[in-house]
């Protein structure tokens, strides 16, 4: 089942998202579900320690994630992982101070295996290849430039199919998957560790 989070940073372009949206559930991450009903769209319903909504003021569309070890993101993932969703796209996490950031590229670390995830950005794409997944494949123009980044340490990383490749190779968390290429073929990534692949617009 596919859902769409809204997190609570900057409102996302009504341009770009407007063909995620439009049909797919949407919950809200804490303080995103009124973000999301500000910008007019109906949330289903609000996740996380609601430390920044009023419960009451949506009627029984809140469900309290109390975990003070994880964020309201990781344990939003891991909530609609339980209710059977498998497809995820995260909205609303531009914005805001460097360890916000950052802490949302953690989550992809911490979110459940069998869960297809990517995080929609103002200029770009990011996915979460987890290790438990085939290998990843995927075409974009030539010349458009994607960037691999090792979440965690990896033994074997292979990228095929691009300008600067990788076969087997150790790779950690680093400016080494930074800007490659699209040169015409189909791009293969594969490792035995959590990857983000970002792709640029």
Not at 8 to 15: C, T, V, Y
Not at 37 to 63: C, H, I, N, Q, Y
Not at 136 to 152: D, N, R
């Amino acid at each position: 089942m596919h859902a769409i989070l809204w997190c609570n940073g900057d409102i996302p372009d009504h341009s770009k998202i407007m063909p995620l949206l439009e049909g797919n559930v949407i919950f809200g991450v804490d303080g995103g579900a009124e973000k999301a009903e500000s910008a007019g769209f109906k949330v289903t319903e609000v996740l996380g320690d609601l430390d920044s909504v009023k419960p009451e003021d949506w009627k029984g569309r809140s469900t309290l994630l109390p975990d003070e070890s994880a964020s309201d993101l990781v344990k939003s993932l891991r909530h609609l992982k339980t209710k059977g969703y498998d497809e995820i796209d995260i909205v609303g996490i531009e914005g805001g101070c460097p360890d916000h950031i950052l802490g949302v590229w953690a989550a992809l670390t911490e979110a459940p295996d069998g869960m297809s995830i990517r995080m929609h950005h103002e200029h770009g794409m990011t996915i979460r290849l987890h290790p438990n997944e085939d290998v990843f494949q995927l075409i974009i123009p030539e010349g458009v430039e994607f960037s691999v980044f090792a979440l965690e340490e990896c033994n074997s990383v292979s990228v095929k199919g691009s300008k600067w490749e990788l076969d087997k190779e150790p790779l950690s968390f680093s400016t080494r998957g930074l800007h490659n290429q699209y040169v015409g073929e189909i791009i293969s990534i594969s490792a035995d560790g959590i990857l983000a692949i970002i792709l640029h617009e």
